[in-house]
């Protein structure tokens, strides 16, 4: 079946301008997480979503970023008045059921902040 | 915090060596997985181990967990080519969402 995916692969943008990133998770899977990697770094983790649950937003960075889940599927990651430092790869995981189970990853949404 | 911390940060082996890497964490966890990436995209779930278990074989891979040293190794046999790429240690504990450490890059040297 189908994996998790994520649009746009790249997206080049100028500072101060707003961005969304969209990603895709496995049908029928009920956790979905956010995470962001700079050039040679680990993951860090950003927001996360389980079933009907108030989302984990704990790894928020700051209050320009936002996510929604629509349906308890799609999801939409927001960066407002983006600024240089958010440039990164945003990664999107999804996992059956909740935190502790293996995660599926999408390929990824390169994000370059100019 | 659960974080996994790998070890070394960088391998260098030749095809057909073995390769082997670590993982510490600092506090109690259901289980430890293990991911690779290649190219800096996203990732791949290699194994997973839970904390009842002491050895688990996939394949060319060994993963083995010591609760006691809350420490996990990746053994990679009879490394191949295709085996270059990071791989990554996360932490599942509780509610929370997996901890990734920041990996180690496996260079296999054809």
Same mark, same amino acid.
């Given at each position: 079946g189908a994996g998790v995916s994520?649009?746009?692969?790249?997206?080049?943008?100028?500072?101060?301008?707003?961005?969304?990133?969209?990603c895709d998770p496995i049908s029928g899977h009920t956790a979905l997480y956010w995470y962001?990697?700079?050039?040679?770094?680990?993951?860090?983790f950003?927001i996360y979503f389980q079933g009907n649950s108030a989302p984990d937003k704990?790894?928020?960075?700051?209050?320009?970023?936002?996510a929604e889940r629509t349906g308890g599927s799609v999801s939409t990651?927001?960066?407002?008045?983006?600024?240089?430092?958010?440039?990164?790869?945003?990664?999107c995981a999804s996992s059956p059921q909740g935190a502790i189970y293996e995660q599926y990853f999408g390929?990824?949404?390169?994000?370059?902040?100019? | 915090?659960?974080?996994?911390?790998?070890?070394?940060?960088?391998?260098?082996?030749?095809?057909?060596?073995?390769? =082997?890497?670590?993982? #510490?964490? $600092?506090? +109690?966890?259901n289980?430890?997985?293990?991911? &690779?990436?290649?190219?800096?995209?996203?990732?791949?779930h290699?194994?997973?181990?839970?904390?009842?278990?002491?050895?688990?074989?996939?394949?060319?891979?060994?993963? =083995?967990?010591?609760? #006691?040293? $809350?420490? +996990?190794?990746?053994?990679?046999?009879?490394? &191949?080519?295709?085996?270059?790429?990071?791989?990554?240690?996360?932490?599942a504990?509780g509610n929370t969402p997996l901890?990734?450490?920041?990996?180690?890059?496996?260079?296999?040297?054809?």
């Open positions: 994520q649009s746009p692969s790249n997206k080049v943008t100028e500072k101060g301008k707003d961005v969304e990133l969209r962001r990697q700079s050039l040679g770094q680990g993951l860090e950003l704990s790894g928020l960075p700051s209050d320009r970023f936002s990651l927001t960066i407002q008045r983006t600024q240089q430092e958010d440039s990164a790869v945003y990664l390929p990824g949404t390169r994000l370059t902040v100019t | 915090s659960q974080q996994g911390e790998e070890d070394p940060q960088a391998l260098s082996i030749q095809e057909g060596e073995n390769a =082997t890497m670590n993982c #510490s964490y $600092k506090t +109690s966890i289980n430890l997985q293990w991911y &690779r990436q290649n190219s800096g995209r996203g990732l791949v290699l194994i997973l181990i839970r904390s009842n278990e002491r050895e688990k074989h996939s394949g060319r891979l060994r993963v =083995t967990l010591d609760t #006691s040293k $809350k420490s +996990s190794s990746l053994l990679i046999t009879a490394s &191949r080519a295709a085996d270059t790429a990071s791989y990554f240690c996360a932490t504990g901890v990734f450490g920041k990996g180690t890059r496996l260079s296999v040297i054809a």
